[in-house]
Structure formats: structure tokens, C-alpha cells
């Protein structure tokens, strides 16, 4: 890889995340800094920095006399996450609906749009989470409020997007993860917080029990 010397640390993370979505990485593993080095032929401090910031995203956690690990969820943790999750962002986002611009809707539309036209396509549901990912990140970016901002990660939008990516992926149809984001759309357009809040909520939960679902039967079949 060619990195710059300016973002090895947002590399790394990139990197990493890489590894969990194609599996090099899986729930469970060690992440041990000397191999990463080793792959990406770069000095461990941007690692050790990148891995911090993985740690307060919640996909990695940190061992005490261990070493740092792919965080393991078990269903009940998935179906918790992501009810605080739907709780903190619905909650968060609410709070400054007003602040949402005639842009961000637009921004909002055009991922929805792609996603409409991947669907159409018959295109693989795989294409979604970039589109997923810089669709919370516009609802996230009118939020003035960095501890809450960081509980939302924490709770699941790391975890969802590539812990759980393996899951993630068999949860909808690639046209309802389309019409779950319209909704979301729809509701910030007509200013309704009461709408706009049981939609984002209902976002997370009903993914999140879909989720935990397939996890447990999962567990099942291999007990």
C-alpha cells in the first residue's frame, strides 16, 4: 500500500476494517500490531493510534495483559447495541432537526436514489453498506455534541457496518433497505420529530432483533 505520511493512522483503520468485511479478521482474533507493521510496512505508532480510535468505534477491545481483539457479540449484545443505538441517534438527530439543510436532504436523496437503482439492477445488497455509511453520516453531521456522537459509534454504527457485516448482509432485500431509508427521508422533510424519531429508532431495533436472530441460529448450528 501507498501510504501518506499524513493519514497512515485513517489508513490503518481503513485496513483493518478491510480485514473484518473480507474476513482476514474475524470475531474473536488478536490484532497484533507487528504483522500489521509487517504487512503495511510502516512503523507500529500510527497503529497503535489507529486501534484507539477502533476501541472507541467498539470493534476492537482491549485486554489487560492480553492484547486487543475483534470484539465477539453475543445476540443479546447485538439486540442491545442497537437498541441504544436507535435510541441515542433518533434522540440526537431529533434535537437538531431544524439545523438540516435543503443540501443535506438532497445529499440524503441521492444515496436513497442508488440505492433504488441497485435494487432495480438486481445488484448485490453488498453495494449498500458504503451508501448505508455515508447516509448516518450526514445524520450525523449536523450534531454538536462529541460524547453523544461517540455513544452512538460505541453503540453500533462501527459494529453494524463491519463486525456484523456478515450478518448484516442477509438482514433485507436490497428494495427494503431502500424504502427503510425513504421513510427516514420522509420524516425529515415534513420537520415531524415525533415521526423522525420512532423511524430511526425502529431503524436500529427491528435490524438489530434481525440480527441477533440469525447470530443465535447460528450458534445453534454449531453447538
Same mark, same amino acid.
Given at each position: 500500500m501507498d501510504f501518506d505520511k499524513h493519514t497512515y493512522t485513517?489508513?490503518?483503520?481503513?485496513?483493518?476494517?478491510?480485514?473484518?468485511l473480507d474476513g482476514t479478521y474475524k470475531p474473536g482474533d488478536k490484532v497484533k500490531e507487528?504483522?500489521? +507493521?509487517?504487512?503495511?510496512?510502516?512503523s507500529r505508532a500510527p497503529i497503535r493510534e489507529a486501534l484507539q480510535?477502533?476501541?472507541?468505534?467498539?470493534?476492537v477491545v482491549w485486554t489487560p495483559q492480553k492484547g486487543k481483539f475483534i470484539t465477539e457479540l453475543s445476540p443479546k449484545q447485538i439486540r442491545d447495541s442497537y437498541f441504544t443505538g436507535g435510541i441515542l441517534e433518533a434522540a440526537a438527530v431529533c434535537s437538531v432537526i431544524q439545523k438540516?439543510? +435543503?443540501?443535506?436532504?438532497?445529499?440524503?436523496?441521492?444515496?436513497?436514489?442508488k440505492m433504488r437503482q441497485i435494487s432495480e439492477n438486481g445488484e448485490s445488497i453488498e453495494k449498500i453498506a458504503p451508501l448505508d455509511d455515508k447516509f448516518h453520516k450526514i445524520?450525523?453531521?449536523?450534531?454538536?455534541?462529541?460524547?453523544?456522537?461517540?455513544?452512538?459509534?460505541? +453503540?453500533?454504527?462501527?459494529i453494524s457496518k463491519f463486525l456484523l457485516f456478515r450478518y448484516w448482509i442477509?438482514?433485507?432485500?436490497?428494495?427494503?433497505?431502500?424504502?427503510?431509508?425513504?421513510?427516514?427521508i420522509d420524516a425529515l422533510k415534513k420537520g415531524d420529530v415525533y415521526e423522525l424519531e420512532g423511524c430511526i429508532r425502529n431503524h436500529y431495533m427491528d435490524a438489530g432483533k434481525r440480527m441477533a436472530d440469525i447470530c443465535e441460529k447460528e450458534l445453534m448450528n454449531t453447538m
Open positions: 485513517d489508513r490503518v483503520v481503513t485496513y483493518i476494517k478491510k480485514c473484518v507487528l504483522s500489521i +507493521a509487517q504487512k503495511l510496512s510502516i480510535i477502533l476501541i472507541k468505534e467498539g470493534l438540516y439543510t +435543503a443540501g443535506d436532504i438532497k445529499k440524503l436523496e441521492e444515496l436513497s436514489e445524520l450525523f453531521s449536523r450534531i454538536d455534541n462529541e460524547l453523544l456522537l461517540e455513544f452512538c459509534r460505541r +453503540a453500533c454504527q462501527g442477509q438482514l433485507y432485500s436490497v428494495e427494503e433497505v431502500y424504502w427503510r431509508h425513504k421513510v427516514i
